[in-house]
């Protein structure tokens, strides 16, 4: 072999980074989506309120084992056992697991986007809470704050000419947010009718919010709605009634709750098809959480679920929640010592207010298949979201 039909080393190392780079920007054309910016509460939550509560010095379970023993083997700062639905979302679209905006970021490359939600944020701003005399245990971190923790990064994130481009490019989940702000309300012993009055004021935080991100240049939304609330443990437990028709016959949910979780939800629709209107070039998406839920609380078994099981995995009892009266054990799940059940992913609930990482992969199917509008199937763009159906 003559030496000019050789590859000089530099050469050969030349023509596999081409390669291994061609690869790579393949990865992210796949999908249309090359990053997802995040905003919302303990639902979304990949680690700011664990990193927050470290630098601040209140305490979040979440940095503790057993949270993220099924998929990461580790606490990471998620309210749950392993992966949350925007986790999903994430890995659906072929792009990394978003990075909380504090702790460990890598400043220089944020390729798969931001995530700004925080564990016990609210839609409204603390002087709301104040005013009406609730004790709101998180400060600084509504959504009026996450917003402006976007808009203070987007100067080294992009410049003027491609953040449109980027943001273009890029999907914005909204929420879940608001639950927070009822559920202090609702610990606090706030009647229905006074709690419903906060809904508006919610519903139009969120509405700003949105309208912001749009202004920036943000063109694609996932906005969830609240979960059904009268299925979740810690509200079973502390609202249980020893009357019968008080609950849900085919769920065991609590009817009342329930009905305050799909006011807040019916408001959020009828906002989002104004916003839709008024910018016709945005795709907008309402997250069905609640009948995407539902449809579990329905029929545990057909997901692999305990049939009558609606306390959580962790912590509190393990017996059906709604047959129990009001007891004084704690819904606490923290530390290594805490009971844990043997299969986390035979329990819809974790830890008494979230849920397991199983409940959280139905939820999302469900909102691939039937509860998103309009259907994120379509809305989403193509290739990503087939090539990674076998993830699931
Ligand atoms: C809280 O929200 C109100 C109304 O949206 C706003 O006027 C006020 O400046 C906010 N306060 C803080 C501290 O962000
Ligand atoms: C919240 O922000 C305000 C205004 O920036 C500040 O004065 C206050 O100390 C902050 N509170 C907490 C608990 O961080
Ligand atoms: C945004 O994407 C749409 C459709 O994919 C395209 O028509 C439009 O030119 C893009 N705008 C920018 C600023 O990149
Ligand atoms: C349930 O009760 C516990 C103990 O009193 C309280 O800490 C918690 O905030 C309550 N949660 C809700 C959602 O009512
Ligand atoms: C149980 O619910 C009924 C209404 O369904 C209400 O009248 C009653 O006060 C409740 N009891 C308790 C102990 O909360």
Redesign the pocket.
């Known amino acids: 072999m003559s030496s000019a039909g050789k590859l000089s080393p530099a050469t050969a190392i030349f023509i596999i980074i081409i390669i291994l780079l061609s690869s790579f920007s393949g990865n992210f054309t796949v999908g249309c989506y090359t990053s997802i910016f995040s905003f919302g509460d303990s639902l979304a939550d990949t680690g700011n309120s664990l990193h927050l509560s470290q630098t601040i010095g209140y305490h979040v379970n979440s940095g503790t084992f057993p949270f993220g023993q099924t998929y990461f083997h580790r606490p990471t700062g998620r309210f749950s056992d392993g992966r949350l639905i925007i986790d999903f979302i994430a890995q659906h679209l072929g792009l990394e697991l978003i990075p909380p905006y504090f702790g460990e970021r890598n400043h220089d490359m944020f390729m798969p986007g931001i995530n700004f939600a925080v564990g016990g944020s609210t839609a409204m701003n603390d002087s709301f809470f104040d005013q009406k005399g609730i004790h709101e245990p998180y400060k600084n971190v509504s959504l009026i704050h996450q917003l402006s923790w976007f808009k203070q990064i987007l100067p080294s994130y992009c410049h003027q000419s491609n953040c449109r481009e980027i943001f273009n490019n890029s999907l914005f989940l909204l929420g879940e947010i608001g639950g927070n702000d009822y559920n202090h309300a609702f610990a606090d012993g706030r009647s229905f009718e006074e709690i419903q009055t906060f809904v508006d004021p919610v519903i139009h935080s969120i509405s700003n919010t949105i309208i912001e991100l749009i202004e920036i240049g943000a063109v694609t939304f996932i906005v969830p709605g609240n979960l059904p609330i009268g299925c979740i443990s810690i509200y079973l437990n502390n609202f249980s009634?020893?009357?019968k028709?008080?609950y849900d016959p085919e769920t065991g949910c609590i009817i009342w709750l329930n009905e305050f979780s799909q006011y807040h939800n019916d408001k959020l629709q009828t906002e989002l098809t104004r916003i839709r209107d008024l910018h016709p070039h945005t795709t907008i998406i309402y997250a069905d959480y609640y009948n995407s839920a539902m449809a579990i609380f329905r029929n545990p078994s057909n997901y692999g679920f305990k049939e009558g099981e609606l306390g959580p995995c962790c912590g509190g009892s393990n017996d059906k929640v709604s047959s129990s009266k009001n007891t004084d054990e704690k819904y606490s799940c923290d530390g290594p010592e805490t009971k844990t059940c043997d299969d986390p992913s035979e329990y819809i609930n974790w830890d008494g207010t979230h849920l397991t990482e199983a409940a959280y992969k139905w939820i999302f199917k469900g909102l691939l298949k039937d509860y998103s509008y309009p259907p994120m199937e379509n809305s989403l763009c193509n290739g990503g979201l087939s090539l990674h159906h076998n993830e699931l």
Do not use: G
Request: glycine share 0%; proline share 0%; hydrophobic share 0%.
């Open positions: 009634n020893s009357s028709d008080y």
